[in-house]
C-alpha cells in the first residue's frame, strides 16, 4: 500500500467522524458570529491627524533615556513607516476594510490550532484505545510510513481549516466594506529603509509565519500521543504550552538562556517588520532553534514508534 493510499484512509478516518465536522462548524460559525455582532465602522477618514499625533508620542518615548536601545528601533521603525504614510497618502490598514478584515481573523488561527491538536493527539492513540494498531500493523507497509501518513493528514486538516477561514474572512469582509478600491502596499522597514510590498502576498505571509506556531504544537502532541498512547494527555499538554508559552519567556525574559527556548521563536511576525521577537535575535538563529525542536519531536515519535512492541 503506497502513501497515497494511507493518507486517503486516514482522511477517511477523520472526516467520517462527527467531532471534525462540529469543528468546521464552530470555525465557521465564530466568523459569522462575529461578522453579526461587530458593527460596521467607516474608514478612518482622518488618519492624517491620527498619525500626527501618534508619531508626536513616538518622539517623546524616543528622547526617554529608560527606554532601551532594543524597543528605540522599534519606535524608529513604526516612527518611519508612519512618516512615510503621510508622505505618501496610503492610510493604515484597519479592520474597516476587506484586507483589514482578513489580518484581524487572523486572530482564530490558535482556535485552529487547539481543533488540530486534538485531531492529532487522538490519531495515533485512538488505535490503541480501540485496539486496532495491530491490525494496522500486519500490513505490507512500514510503521514509518503509517506514522507519516496519519501526520500528514492532521497537517492537511490543518491546511483545510486556514484555507476555510481566509477564503471566509475575505468574502465577509467583502461584504462589509466591499471588494474594488485601491489596496495600499504594506509597508516594512528593510535596513532602515522603508519598503512597500503587496498586501495579499503580506497576509499570506502572516498566516504561513502564524502557522509556524500551530506546526510545532502539533507536532509536540502528536509526539506525546505516540510516546505515551494517550490522546488526552497529549492535548492537555499541548493546550497547557499554547496558553503558557509567551508567559513562560516573559517571566524569563532576564535571563540569556530563554533564546533557546521553543516559544522564543514561535512569533516570527517581528522579522516581517524589520524587528525581532527578542533583543538579539535573528531570523536564522529563530529558524535554526525551531528546526531543532522539529527534529527532535518527529525523531522521538518516529523512534519509539518503530520500536515498540504491540504483541499480546
Do not use: C
Not at 510516546?227 to 509567551?246: C, D
Not at 538562556?257 to 529563530?286: C, D, R
Request: hydrophobic share 50%; net charge neutral; proline share 3%.
Amino acid at each position: 500500500m503506497n502513501l497515497l493510499s494511507l493518507i486517503k484512509n486516514e482522511n477517511m478516518k477523520i472526516y467520517r467522524r462527527v467531532r471534525t465536522w462540529i469543528f468546521i462548524g464552530l470555525l465557521v460559525g465564530t466568523v459569522i458570529t462575529i461578522f453579526l455582532l461587530s458593527r460596521a465602522t467607516e474608514a478612518n477618514l482622518d488618519w492624517q491627524k491620527q498619525l500626527h499625533s501618534t508619531n508626536q508620542y513616538l518622539q517623546s518615548e524616543l528622547a526617554d533615556p529608560t527606554v532601551s536601545d532594543f524597543e528605540k528601533q522599534e519606535l524608529r521603525n513604526e516612527l518611519a513607516i508612519n512618516e512615510y504614510r503621510l508622505e505618501h497618502n496610503y492610510p493604515p490598514m484597519d479592520e474597516a476594510t476587506l484586507w483589514g478584515t482578513v489580518e484581524g481573523y487572523t486572530l482564530l488561527i490558535p482556535l485552529i490550532t487547539l481543533f488540530t491538536v486534538i485531531i492529532a493527539a487522538d490519531s495515533v492513540a485512538r488505535e490503541y484505545s480501540w485496539g486496532t494498531m495491530k491490525l494496522l500493523l500486519v500490513r505490507p507497509v512500514t510503521r514509518s510510513r503509517i506514522l507519516l501518513a496519519k501526520y500528514l493528514s492532521a497537517l492537511m486538516f490543518a491546511l483545510i481549516m486556514l484555507a476555510l477561514l481566509f477564503i471566509s474572512s475575505m468574502l465577509i469582509g467583502g461584504i462589509q466594506f466591499g471588494f474594488g478600491g485601491a489596496v495600499p502596499p504594506h509597508l516594512s522597514v528593510v535596513d532602515g529603509v522603508v519598503r512597500e510590498s503587496s498586501t495579499l502576498l503580506y497576509l499570506l505571509q502572516v498566516y504561513g509565519l502564524k502557522s509556524v506556531h500551530l506546526l510545532m504544537i502539533v507536532t509536540f502532541a502528536f509526539m506525546i500521543s505516540t510516546l505515551f498512547k494517550s490522546g488526552s494527555l497529549a492535548t492537555a499538554l499541548s493546550i497547557i504550552l499554547m496558553f503558557t508559552g509567551n508567559a513562560i519567556v516573559l517571566f524569563f525574559s532576564k535571563y540569556s538562556w530563554v533564546k533557546y527556548l521553543l516559544f522564543t521563536h514561535t512569533n516570527l511576525i517581528p522579522y516581517t517588520q524589520g524587528g525581532a521577537p527578542m533583543e538579539g535575535l535573528t531570523l536564522g538563529f529563530s529558524l535554526a532553534i525551531l528546526a531543532l525542536y522539529y527534529v527532535l519531536f518527529i525523531s522521538l515519535a518516529w523512534l519509539v514508534f518503530n520500536k515498540r512492541d504491540v504483541s499480546g
